[in-house]
């Protein structure tokens, strides 16, 4: 199997950095944006398995930056880590199609398991994608 | 003004505090998480570090050394975060008074950074050297008048833009000047807000002298001398503030 591609994005430089640390040292291959512009940019240049990204955030906020993640990646497994989610933000990201809501401070190995299962449900949808196609695609008899 | 007209003005009042106090305390709060979250990864990145220097490899004693100072940063911040935080709180239940103006307007910054930081703009405090500038006011109300102040120009504010509060010696009293250099958002919740921060600084005794329609500055006087506090609709009404244009 291979490694586990994961992008962080917070604009607490220090929690995404130790983050980082603590995730690679566990084996994932991980790449961190400071900001949602940032982070977006990156996504778009790098297939990633899934996203971690903060909810409040100068410039483009937590919302903003899932919408467009998505936007160019439908599949894209975003996961919103957050200090200050309410009830009705999580709802918001739900319905915008973020595939996790997870609540800081978030212990390692429960962080770790809900990326592979991201990672899991993207491969999935992407095999499903992928049938979808070849089914439109595939002469009629 | 009858009775009920005041006791209305009175109720409205309150709730733009309550408003206020609870903005300060939910912003402080994020601040505070931010502050563990970090701490909890330092904790936990500690946690991973030990059994390597336990089993003696390079670095990993020197590491745990320098985990340990940035835990303390961070308990720092919060420390310093809560002290700020109970000065805030208990100035809700400070009459109006004798107050040394620096510590209210530096207070009244501090509160206000995050919203700042959020909205890319930084905030700076400029405060004089020497001589403590004593002003007679209700403490609560002249940091909510900073605070709104700063609010009101940050809606205005060009990104990456710096908004400047100062405070300078007058022969009347101390004068609380917040700068953006950008105008103030021209449109009528801006200019409401702005006739509400007015109404806010007279009430407690306090004058408007300058308004960011073009410049992107507010300057309001605080007074030494006591002054009875009056409602929006007296005599002081006027005497600068909004004039419901931009």
């Known amino acids: 199997m291979s490694t586990d591609r994961v992008l962080l994005i917070d604009d607490e430089v220090e929690f995404v950095e130790i983050l980082a640390e603590r995730l690679r040292a566990r084996g994932l291959e991980v790449d ?15 297939k990633f ?23 160019g990646t439908p599949d894209l497994q975003v ?42 449900r993207h491969a999935a949808r992407a095999a499903e994608r992928v049938r979808r196609q070849q089914t439109q695609e595939a002469p009629k008899p | 003004m009858s009775v009920a007209a005041d006791t ?20 402080q709060c994020h601040e505070l998480v931010n502050a563990l979250n970090i701490a909890h990864e330092l904790c936990g990145l500690h946690e991973d570090t030990l059994p390597r220097a336990l089993e003696g490899q390079v670095g990993a004693v020197e590491k745990l050394g320098s985990l340990a100072r940035r835990m303390q ?14 000065r805030f709180a208990h100035s809700v239940d400070e009459p109006e008074g004798t107050y040394d103006a ?41 940091q909510q008048a900073i605070h709104e102040g ?35 958002l021209c449109n009528e919740a ?33 007074p030494y001398g006591r002054r009875d506090a009056t409602s929006p609709d007296s005599d002081t009404v006027g005497r600068g503030g909004a004039t419901g244009g931009c």
Request: aromatic content about 4%.
């Open chain 2, 8 to 27: 209305l003005n009175e109720n409205r009042m309150r709730e733009r505090e309550l408003r206020y106090f609870g903005r300060v305390l939910a912003g």
């Open chain 2, 102 to 142: 620096r510590e209210i307007v530096e207070r009244a910054v501090f509160l206000a950074a995050r919203q700042a930081r959020l909205r890319q703009t930084e905030l700076q405090v400029v405060l004089p050297q020497g001589g403590v500038p004593l002003v007679d006011y209700n403490p609560f109300r002249l």
């Open chain 1, 32 to 46: 961190v944006a400071y900001s949602g512009v940032d982070g977006v940019n990156k996504s778009q240049a790098t």
């Open chain 2, 150 to 184: 700063i609010e009101l120009l940050l809606e205005g504010v060009a990104q990456g833009r710096r908004i400047t509060a100062s405070l300078t010696p007058d022969p009347l009293g101390a004068e609380v000047k917040l700068e953006s250099g950008d105008p103030l």
């Open chain 2, 190 to 222: 801006a200019v409401g807000r702005l006739a509400e921060l007015t109404a806010l600084v007279q009430a407690a005794g306090g004058e408007v002298r300058e308004t960011p329609e073009d410049g992107g500055r507010l300057v309001f006087l605080i």
């Open chain 2, 73 to 86: 940063i961070q308990i720092a911040r919060c420390h310093a975060i809560l002290r700020v935080l109970s």
């Open chain 1, 49 to 71: 398995d899934a996203v971690v990204l903060d909810l409040a955030m100068p410039g483009m906020d937590g919302i903003a930056a899932l919408k467009a993640l998505l936007a």
């Open chain 1, 79 to 120: 996961m919103l880590l957050t200090g200050q989610a309410t009830i009705k933000t999580a709802m918001d990201a739900t319905r915008l199609g973020a595939a996790d809501i997870l609540e800081k401070p978030m212990d390692i190995p429960t962080l770790i398991e809900k990326i592979r299962d991201a990672r899991a």
